[in-house]
């Protein structure tokens, strides 16, 4: 199963590398957003200078570039979509686009809706969530969700390279529902204790390709939400953060799954946990399959391999109830390093669909306090060459 797979998917990564390549070599004409009005002095929204340069890329007949250059920008929102006929565009930041420090309303801050062969490089977004954690860290009632910085909805052959992504209300990029979209070389950070900041959030999507990013936040670096295929992560640094999450899955009885996700070489330092699959206990006919993380290694990690079937925070919505999602052929392969827990590795899985098909190669996971441990619950696997902590898969 393990081998094929991944040499298909690394096969696949060097095919959309050329791909990418060749789509977004070429810059055109530049649309400069200063010409429409934008003024670089963090307080008067550029908003509509960026969304106008926007429209005239997309009416442009070869290939465009919007250019935001050197200064801070404010943009309280933005939106580019439909219509665009153009589908080789590249948004160059030099500069910084400045969130307003009010809670930005509605669900993106900067939207991609059903656009293709757009290219978004360099620069930073900064999405000034500071108000909103303390809002949300107050326990208050009527505080807003909150904005992802970065959504990428509805679109194909998405190229985010080279970009730095601070403070984010919610999400800092999510890509959704979307196919080959590939993500290179960004930096993504919030403090540890900033909720809900996920990194990069992967939900319904295909053909995702996410390679040497450094990311802390207060939640998930990466997470995997339903729906996802053909997914591949390398070359990733995590900390602060919850790690790399599958899930969570499984809130939904009708639900699609999750299958083909390489996860190779990374480094998780002081985070929650490490390479994790989450689902919700309750009645679903979600899957988790065909999955391999490889070539990790965890720095102080309080969970570094966990498989969590029995989420239900605050014991709503789902007490009694146990998981549908059925988790098989998952495969984890020289894993090194330290926990910071006596339980190294966890498969807490579904007594009603077990875990089934774990594989554990050359794991070498230790506890400064003592000897690491593992525990199973309904996991059946098998495992080759050396596994500390020993395996307890049945």
């Not at 807003?144 to 052959?157: E, F, M, Q, V, W």
Request: glycine residues 10%.
């Amino acid at each position: 199963m393990a081998l094929p797979v991944s040499s298909f998917r690394i096969s696949l990564f060097f095919l959309m590398h050329i791909h990418y390549h060749s789509l977004f070599a070429s810059a055109g004409a530049v649309y400069n957003i200063v010409s429409f009005g934008a003024k670089a002095d963090a307080q008067t929204d550029s908003s509509n200078a960026l969304q106008s340069a926007w429209s005239a890329a997309c009416a442009a007949s070869a290939p465009a570039t919007v250019y935001v250059p050197s200064g801070t920008f404010l943009v309280e929102k933005a939106n580019f979509s439909r219509p665009c006929t153009n589908t080789n565009i590249t948004i160059q930041i030099d500069g910084t686009l400045l969130a307003p420090s009010s809670y930005t309303q509605g669900q993106a801050w900067l939207l991609f809706y059903q656009v293709g062969g757009v290219s978004i490089l360099g620069g930073t977004i900064d999405g000034q969530g500071a108000s909103l954690w303390s809002c949300k860290r107050s326990n208050v009632s009527n505080c807003p969700d909150g904005a992802r910085s970065l959504d990428i909805s509805n679109s194909h052959d998405i190229e985010i390279s080279g970009l730095t992504s601070v403070n984010s209300e919610l999400f800092h990029m999510a890509i959704d529902s979307s196919r080959n979209v590939r993500v290179q070389g960004v930096k993504i950070s919030a403090p540890g204790d900033s909720p809900n900041t996920d990194g990069i959030h992967v939900h319904q999507s295909s053909g995702v390709t996410i390679l040497e990013s450094d990311i802390g936040t207060g939640d998930d670096c990466i997470s995997v939400g339903p729906g996802v295929s053909d997914l591949y992560i390398e070359q990733i640094t995590c900390g602060p953060g919850h790690g790399i999450s599958i899930g969570s899955l499984g809130w939904m009885t009708l639900e699609p799954g999750v299958s083909n996700v390489t996860v190779n070489r990374t480094v998780f330092t002081n985070t929650t946990n490490g390479l994790r699959i989450k689902t919700w206990a309750r009645s679903s006919d979600g899957f988790v399959k065909g999955v391999v993380f490889e070539n990790a290694t965890m720095q102080n990690v309080r969970n570094p391999i966990l498989i969590s079937q029995n989420y239900c925070p605050h014991n709503l919505n789902c007490p009694g109830q146990t998981s549908g999602v059925q988790i098989s052929d998952v495969a984890y392969r020289e894993i090194q390093g330290s926990s910071a827990t006596p339980v190294a590795v966890q498969f807490d899985c579904s007594p009603t669909v077990p875990c089934r098909g774990i594989e554990l190669q050359n794991i070498n996971l230790a506890y400064g306090g003592g000897p690491a441990q593992a525990t199973c619950q309904n996991a059946a696997g098998n495992i080759t060459g050396f596994v500390i902590p020993p395996s307890c898969l049945s």
